[in-house]
């Protein structure tokens, strides 16, 4: 054996066993084909930008481990952290879960990493995650549904982090949370189905938000029985658990509607009914009405529409359906607008808001990213003409793309501050 291989071992203390495992390391590669050995890591670990490791067998960071990767790690068996797990921030560290037998993702310790991939073929559900796996950059999942919930693991998202790919075939099955203000389509679902819902952008860059997704009937939890007297009927089928760890915003919720989970009355409630958000409120003791609008069918996804409103607290969240009221409506806002100076639907126009000018209107697209924020709006001189104002992540002047808004009226009515929500075309073509 050559100085560098023993120093190896002594450093990682890796048995004699496994050591030949290791053969490479300074070349760039770390490897083993020995499928019934086990590195254990008690030292220091750092993966160079353009290096690659890839490790065949169990891999254990201990409580003194130091484990660092800036360039590409390859986990084709199982991997638990006790230690620190962590990436430079400036470099583009992978983190790939690859293989054909179901794998364990365990420890203590927050296991940190830039870019996550999640690809294994052995079953449906191959990966079993009872730790935490903490994404600064990218999370892409291929294949193979990321079980988390039966374990109490968590999947956590940092400021400014993603995913790809996600669908039925991969998804975060438990527990998952979202650290800062961005906009963010949560990757949850259970069993076969992905079932995502969506936050809006807020403003405070400190605020943390966990979400699961449960295909089971929460009368089990809290009984449907006890509701606000306006709800007729609550979705039995699925549920969703949304916690606000930090921070004291109400956000944009956005609950997803598929006809494999959700049940048929729910997409054709009739003339006399609406359909809305529903959450447990622990404060009444009962489930109340939370509001919210139905969008447009959403081609290309594998669930039909979203459920939106803007909340007023935290916990389960279902839909229900309210019977419609007659309540006089002070505006009439249409839902169109096609800004090509032709005359027609140029902007978006709310018949009688000039009558309350201390108002506030808010458009979001439809993954809750803010594109208009407006006070004092007005049927002449203020007005949203399908372009961004620049508040918000779309550069000011930058013509929207056609699609579905969601919009937020606010309006004082000199006794009382009235709201009203609803979804928006707009057709920038």
């Not at 071992?9 to 300074?26: H, P, Q, R, Y």
């Not at 220091?44 to 484990?67: H, L, Q, R, W």
């Not at 998804?171 to 949370?177: A, T």
């Not at 916990?315 to 090509?340: E, Q, R």
Request: net charge negative; aromatic share 12%.
């Amino acid at each position: 054996m050559n100085n560098d291989y023993l120093d190896i071992i002594e450093k990682n203390s890796v048995s004699e066993k496994t050591a030949v495992c290791l053969i490479g390391f300074a070349a760039s590669l770390f490897a083993c084909q020995n499928a019934n050995a086990q590195m254990v890591n008690a030292g220091d670990v750092k993966i160079d930008p353009n290096t690659i490791m890839a490790v065949y067998m169990d891999y254990e960071n201990t409580p003194s481990g130091n484990f660092i990767n800036d360039g590409k790690l390859y986990i084709f068996q199982n991997w638990k952290n006790d230690g620190v797990v962590s990436y430079t921030e400036n470099q583009n560290g992978s983190t790939y879960f690859n293989g054909t037998e179901d794998q364990f993702i365990e420890g203590t310790q927050v296991s940190n990493l830039k870019n996550a991939f999640f690809e294994n073929s052995s079953s449906p559900v191959p990966f079993h995650l009872s730790g935490k796996i903490a994404v600064g950059g990218n999370s892409e999942f291929k294949q193979g549904v990321v079980l988390a919930g039966d374990y109490g693991g968590k999947v956590i998202f940092r400021e400014k982090a993603g995913h790809t790919l996600t669908s039925d075939l991969s998804f975060v099955d438990g527990q998952v949370e979202k650290d800062g203000n961005a906009a963010f389509e949560f990757p949850v679902g259970a069993g076969n189905y992905f079932r995502p819902s969506y936050h809006a952008a807020g403003t405070n860059n400190g605020d943390i938000y966990t979400t699961q997704y449960f295909n089971k009937n929460s009368h089990y939890i809290h009984s449907h029985d006890s509701r606000d007297v306006k709800i007729i009927t609550i979705n039995n089928n699925e549920y969703w658990e949304v916690t606000q760890d930090r921070g004291a915003e109400k956000i944009i919720l956005s609950l997803t509607m598929d006809s494999r989970t959700t049940p048929s009355e729910f997409f054709n409630p009739g003339d006399d009914y609406q359909v809305v958000i529903t959450r447990w409120d622990a404060v009444s003791g009962k489930w109340i009405n939370e509001k919210g609008e139905v969008s447009d069918p959403l081609p290309g996804k594998p669930y039909e529409k979203l459920l939106t409103a803007q909340v007023s607290g935290y916990g389960l969240f279902t839909m229900a359906l309210v019977k419609k009221t007659d309540d006089v409506k002070d505006l009439i806002i249409y839902n169109a607008v096609s800004p090509n100076d032709d005359g027609l639907n140029d902007s978006f126009v709310i018949k009688g808001i000039d009558q309350f000018p201390d108002n506030q209107v808010e458009i979001y697209n439809r993954w809750g990213v803010k594109v208009y924020d407006a006070k004092s709006y007005n049927e002449s001189d203020n007005m949203f003409r399908g372009y961004s104002d620049g508040r918000a992540t779309i550069k000011r002047g930058d013509k929207l793309p056609t699609g579905t808004y969601f919009y937020i009226v606010k309006y004082n009515t000199g006794t009382e501050v009235k709201e009203r929500t609803g979804y928006l075309y707009i057709n920038n073509q």
